[in-house]
C-alpha cells in the first residue's frame, strides 16, 4: 500500500474532483488545492454527460445519483425555419444500467461529487488556496501555493482554461483559436410537456433570422435555451428593455416561467501543445477548450482523470513503469479529435468565410426536400470515448463493448485492476492489481484472449501464450506466473 505524500490535484471543478475520487479509489491520497473561497453553485455550464462518463463517476460512487437526477431525451429534432427537417429517436442498447447520455446542470454534477468526496478520507480539500508555481525537481514536484510549498509525487492540473501556471509547468502553449461569434445561453423553469424529452434544434428560426436557437430539457422542468446572437449583443440592455422576455415568449408563449440562469459565452477551439511533462499532467480545460455542441468538454475532461488517475496510482503502488509518460500521446490524440470533430461541426452552424455561409444555406435549404442533403447537417456529434492507437485488430485502443457475464458488466469489472477475457487456461503475472479473468464473450475466436486495462479500454488481443507479453508490454515490468483472480 502507497504511504507517500499526497497527490496534488490543482483546481477542485468537476475534473479535479473526479481525478482525486478515482485516485482515493486507488487508496492513492490526493491534496485538491482551489483558488477560490468555496464552491459557488452559480449557473451551469455542461449539461450533458455521456454513459461512459456516468460508468467513471459510478466507479466512485456517484453516478446513480448524477444518473438518477438527470434526464435522458430521446428524441433530437431538427428545424429549419418552419420546416421540421427530420427527427431521430434514440433506442437504447447494451447491458448498462445507465442511459445513453443524462442532461444536468454541472452544478449539480459538482454537488453530487462534493458529497462522495466529503466521505472519502483520502481526499483533502483546501480553498482559497491559489497556485502560483509548479516545479519540477529530481525527486517530484514543488508545488508552491499562496499558503505555503507543497512537495509532491506528481501534479494533475485540473485549473481550467486560466490554467497558465500548469501549462507553463509542461512547457505548453494553448494553441488555437477564440471565436468572436455571441451566444446566449439562459435555463428557465417551464411547464412544456411536449418538450420534456425533446431536443430541438432550429437552424434560422422567424423568432431568430439566419441564426440557430437549441434547446434542451434538464431536471426540474428546466429548459437550456441556447440561443446564437448577433456580435453587438448586450445582455444588461436585453434584460432592462424587456428583449429577453420577448425571446422566451416566443419559445414558450403565454405559459408562466422563471429564468433561472442567463449567460452570454463565446466558444473557443483550443489544446495544448502538450498534455504532461515529467510528473505533471493536464487535464480538463486546462488542456482542451473546445465548442460546447457536441458536449464534448466536460466528458472529454472526465476520460482525462480516468486516465491521469489510474497510471499514477500504477506507478505509486509499484505496479508498472512508464505509465504516466504516456498519458500525453493518448490523452492529447483524444483532444486533438474532439478538437477536429467539433471544428466541423462549428464551421456549419458558424462559418467563418462568405463560401462557408452560402453552403450552410445552400444545405438547409435542399433539405427541406432532399432528404439526401440532411446527412451533411451537422448540429453537433455527441461525445464518445476516443479509441487509442491504429492496431490492425478494431478492438485495440477501443473502449469494451458493453457486455455482461452473470449479470455483471465487463466494463465495471475492468475497472478493478486489469480484466483479462479467455476461455483457455491463462498465466498471469505477478504485478500486486487486481487481475480478473472472465470469459470470452466479445470475440468469436475461442483462442482470443484481450486484455483490458484499467479505463476500460483493450489493451490487446493476444492468444494465452501471448498474455504475459502483452501485459508486460502495458505495463512495463517482468511477468512472472501466478494463478488467475476470481471475475468479479
Ligand atoms: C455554455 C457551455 C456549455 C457546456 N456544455 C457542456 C456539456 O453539455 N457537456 C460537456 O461535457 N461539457 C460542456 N461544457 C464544458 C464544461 O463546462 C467544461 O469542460 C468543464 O467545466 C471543465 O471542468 P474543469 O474541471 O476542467 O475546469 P473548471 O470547471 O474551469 O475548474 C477549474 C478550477 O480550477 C481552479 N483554479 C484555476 N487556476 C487555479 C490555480 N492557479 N490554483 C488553484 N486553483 C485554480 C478554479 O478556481 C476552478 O475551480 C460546456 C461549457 C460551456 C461554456
Known amino acids: ?51 461512459e462518463t456516468l460508468d467513471i463517476w459510478d466507479s466512485v460512487g456517484a453516478g446513480k445519483a448524477i444518473a438518477d437526477e438527470g434526464v435522458t431525451w430521446r428524441v433530437a429534432r431538427t428545424y429549419f425555419r418552419e420546416h421540421e427537417l427530420f427527427h431521430v429517436e434514440f433506442s437504447d442498447s447494451g447491458t448498462s444500467p445507465f442511459p445513453p447520455w443524462v442532461n444536468i446542470g454541472q452544478a449539480r454534477v459538482e454537488q453530487l461529487l462534493d458529497e462522495r468526496i466529503a466521505a472519502a478520507p483520502l481526499v483533502d480539500v483546501r480553498w482559497d488556496t491559489r497556485v502560483t508555481a509548479i516545479r519540477q525537481t529530481d525527486h517530484g514536484v514543488d508545488v508552491e501555493t499562496t499558503r505555503g510549498t507543497v512537495e509532491t509525487p506528481y501534479v494533475v492540473a485540473c485549473a481550467g482554461a486560466h490554467g497558465e501556471v500548469a501549462r507553463e509547468a509542461v512547457g505548453a502553449t494553448f494553441d488555437g483559436r477564440s471565436f468572436d461569434d455571441l451566444f446566449l445561453i439562459c435555463d428557465i423553469r417551464c411547464d412544456l410537456p411536449d418538450r420534456e424529452l425533446e431536443r430541438r434544434f432550429h437552424f434560422d428560426p422567424e423568432w431568430n433570422p439566419g441564426r440557430q436557437v437549441l434547446m434542451h430539457p434538464c431536471p426540474d422542468s428546466t429548459y437550456r435555451i441556447d440561443w446564437q446572437v448577433p456580435p453587438d449583443f448586450d ?101 486533438l479529435d474532439n478538437l477536429a470533430i467539433t471544428t466541423r461541426t462549428m464551421d456549419f452552424l458558424v462559418p467563418q468565410t462568405d463560401a462557408g455561409w452560402a453552403r450552410r444555406r445552400d444545405v438547409l435549404e435542399r433539405a427541406v426536400t432532399d432528404p439526401g442533403a440532411r446527412a451533411e447537417i451537422d448540429s453537433g456529434r455527441l461525445y464518445a470515448p476516443f479509441r487509442y492507437g491504429d492496431a490492425a485488430h478494431p478492438a485495440v485502443g477501443a473502449i469494451l463493448p458493453d457486455l455482461a457475464v452473470d449479470g455483471r458488466r465487463l466494463r465495471e469489472a475492468a475497472r478493478r485492476g486489469l480484466l483479462v477475457l479467455s476461455d ?26 484481450w486484455l483490458v486495462r484499467p479505463d476500460a479500454h483493450v489493451a490487446a488481443v493476444t492468444t494465452a501464450e501471448g498474455l504475459p507479453g502483452a501485459i508486460r508490454d502495458l505495463l512495463g515490468r517482468p511477468a512472472r506466473p501466478t494463478p488467475p483472480a476470481q471475475f468479479g
Open 1 to 51: 500500500m502507497y504511504g507517500g505524500p499526497p497527490v496534488v490535484v490543482v483546481g477542485n471543478g468537476p475534473v479535479g474532483q473526479t481525478t482525486a475520487l478515482l485516485l482515493a479509489r486507488w487508496e492513492i491520497p490526493t491534496l485538491v488545492v482551489d483558488a477560490h473561497e468555496r464552491r459557488e453553485v452559480v449557473g451551469s455550464r455542461s449539461i450533458c454527460q455521456q454513459r
Open 235 to 335: 445582455l444588461d440592455q436585453e434584460q432592462r428593455d424587456g428583449g429577453l422576455e420577448r425571446r422566451i415568449r416566443r419559445i414558450v408563449g403565454d405559459r408562466d416561467h422563471e429564468v433561472v440562469w442567463c449567460t452570454v459565452y463565446r466558444f473557443h477551439s483550443r489544446c495544448a501543445t502538450t498534455m504532461g511533462r515529467g510528473r505533471v499532467l493536464l487535464a480538463g480545460d486546462c488542456a482542451h477548450l473546445v465548442a460546447p455542441f457536441g458536449a464534448r468538454g466536460l466528458n472529454s475532461g472526465v476520460a482525462d482523470a480516468e486516465a491521469a488517475a489510474w497510471r499514477i496510482a500504477f506507478e505509486l503502488h509499484g505496479w508498472g513503469s512508464d505509465l504516466v509518460a504516456a498519458y500525453d500521446a493518448e490523452r492529447r490524440a483524444a483532444a
Open 424 to 449: 483457455r487456461p491463462v498465466d498471469l503475472p505477478d504485478i500486486g492489481c487486481r487481475v480478473g479473468v472472465a470469459p470470452q464473450v466479445a470475440a468469436d475466436d475461442p483462442d482470443e484472449v
